[in-house]
């Protein structure tokens, strides 16, 4: 097989330029801004691919990665992405900062964007952490960009686009031609997973058809998204789907009078080699991590290559999050 070598092509800026803007929902941004940080982020996976140089569009800039709650992927991946451009990284030591002195999170954000932050990458459990810092840094006339890295249970801005941008690969579609066509289903613990909150605003959007299944007491109401089918049998709602996302029970999110068994949850929405025949021939499973194997995904389905994109979405997370610091860090125009 030829591998394809065709150099990157950094896509034309927009009139709706990015630089100097935060992130912190899918649905704040344009169609245009979403499809230029799709397109920038298929430059970065070509640049990857054809293993040419990256620029370091960020020399001179500063990163404070803000992480108020726990993170594997998506810490390492802001860092990883914002040091590959070329930025001066700081990643919180929270545990032993004077966050727990009881500082408010507008002061202790206020003095780290004091300090030079150009990016300000915040991840906490309450809803609209990032919304907030950002209107804390408009009033008082801070120039530092905030991205959500996750917050609450509803929002996880970068992890949707790079869910967005696996797919639109494993495809080998461009982006600019979106996912007319594809069906998604999203399966599990979809109303306390803020990946699912972001990837029902994203997909859509990209023409993408979108199905949620899991336990009825798992599933947003009817009135939040009735354009998205729902479905509490998974057969019914993989069937036909080129992509299945299994989401992690967020056994810490489940309140104690809600009724739940690992096993009758595994039994009913585990995605396995057996459930997987229900969907399209050769569809690919995804999950956003981190995982509880056995319970929502089996691990052997995960660790096959042929039919998993869980790597795929780790290594895009990096590309993805170079995208977007790039968009809002560098002026273009
Ligand atoms: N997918 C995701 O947000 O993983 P982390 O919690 O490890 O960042």
Known sequence: MRTDMTKAIRPDPISENLFGTHLTSISKLSDAQLFYLLDLSQYYSRLSATNEPIPRRLAGKT???????????TNVSFELAGKKLGADILVLPVAASSVHKGEELRDTSQTLAAMGADAMIVRNKEHDTSSFIAEAFNQTKISCSVINAGEGTQSHPTQALLDALTILNSLGRKASKGLEGITIAICGDISHSRVAGSNIELLPRLGAELRLVGPENFLPSESIHPEIHRYTDLHECINGCQFVMALRVQKERINSDL????????????????????????????????????IEIDGTLADDRDRSLILDQVTNGVITRMAVLDALLTNES
């Open 63 to 73: 990163q404070v990665n803000l992480f108020l709650e726990n993170s594997t992927r």
């Open 259 to 294: 009724a739940f068994s690992e096993t009758d949850f595994h039994q009913s929405f585990g995605l396995d080699y057996e459930t997987l025949k229900y969907a399209a021939e050769d569809a690919k499973v995804m999950h956003p991590g981190p995982m509880n194997r056995g």
